[in-house]
Nanobody
Framework: VQLQASGGGLVQTGGSLRLSCAASGRTVSNYAMGWFRQAPGKEREFVAGINWTGETTFYADSVKGRFTISRENAKNTLYLQMDSLKPEDTAVYYC???????????????????WGQGTQVTVSS
């Protein structure tokens, strides 16, 4: 599975960005997917996850109500709509795919199996 994230950039506080993750290789539409991020000097952290149908989503508390994860299986593409961005959202964002179709929240946090390269998101104050 190859995952290619895009859509990062520089935005002011309160602005919006939409990240995309194009998948190729294995049919990832059969598996859950997610977004993670890593800020400078910090460990990579879970941001959001979505099951294989797109019907169930999970969010980290820090982004709940501001970020929306979605997927378009016909296009093998994962999205992350980020609104009301804050300086603390500044990080490299990574998309990931799992080896399950659906699971509990903790598995989305720790069970990512395939990783894409990151895309930089910078939020200026």
């Amino acid at each position: 599975v190859q995952l290619q994230a895009s859509g990062g950039g520089l935005v002011q506080t309160g602005g919006s960005l939409r990240l995309s993750c194009a998948a190729s290789g294995r049919t990832v539409s059969n598996y859950a997917m997610g977004w993670f991020r890593q800020a400078p000097g910090k460990e990579r952290e879970f941001v959001a996850g979505i099951n294989w149908t797109g019907e169930t989503t999970f969010y980290a508390d820090s982004v709940k109500g501001r970020f929306t994860i979605s997927r378009e299986n016909a296009k093998n593409t994962l999205y992350l709509q980020m609104d009301s961005l804050k300086p603390e959202d500044t990080a490299v964002y990574y998309c990931a795919a799992y080896k399950f179709r659906h699971s509990v929240y903790n598995d989305y946090k720790t069970g990512a199996y395939y990783w894409g390269q990151g895309t930089q998101v910078t939020v200026s104050s």
